[in-house]
């Protein structure tokens, strides 16, 4: 079974990005992304209403991390410190050899190909440094900004799931396009 150590965290780099740690700092992005019922519409989780629900956002995501059970990446532009989104790999299945990874990015930076950018890095990422055998993405069936995103880095749909899980009264379709190692 394989075994996850993010300490020291690893910065990575792309032609015009770099994926670092979220900090309390990137807390009125975060609040940003986690609030936007347009950004949100398709992540079945609550919307966040204020800065005190970011930071806690940022801390799970911390903890995560310092646990080795999941990692995010800050997606900023090499020349501004400033978060326009974020990119991990939420559940790491370890005796699976197994990750899902997800995203999320401010709507102004939406079409540049900032996502497509990072996904194909963190896809090298996680077949090189974690060893992981494939790599997963769950997504909405009526996400196609995210689903044109995982299919131009090379992921397959694998699986639709009819009403599988049950989110603000409604029951929704799940997605499943996966990656294996080449």
Known sequence: ?????????????????????????DVNEIFQLRSN???????????????????????MIRDKI????????????????????FIGFYRLQPENYRAEIGYMILP??????FVPEAVKRLIQYAFEDLKLHSIEAVIAPENYASEKVLQKCGFTKEAHFKESEFYDGKFLDK????????
């Open 1 to 25: 079974m394989l075994e996850f150590n993010f300490s020291p965290f690893p910065i990575i780099k792309t032609e015009r990005l770099i994926l670092d740690r979220i900090t309390d700092e």
């Open 108 to 113: 102004e930076f939406h079409g540049k190909g």
């Open 37 to 59: 019922p347009e950004i949100m519409k398709y992540i079945p989780r609550p919307l966040v209403k204020n800065n005190d629900e970011a930071l806690e956002h940022i801390k």
């Open 66 to 85: 310092e646990t080795n059970e999941g990692i995010n990446w800050g997606i900023r532009l090499k020349d501004d410190p400033k978060l326009i989104g």
């Open 175 to 182: 997605v499943i396009y996966s990656l294996l190692e080449k």
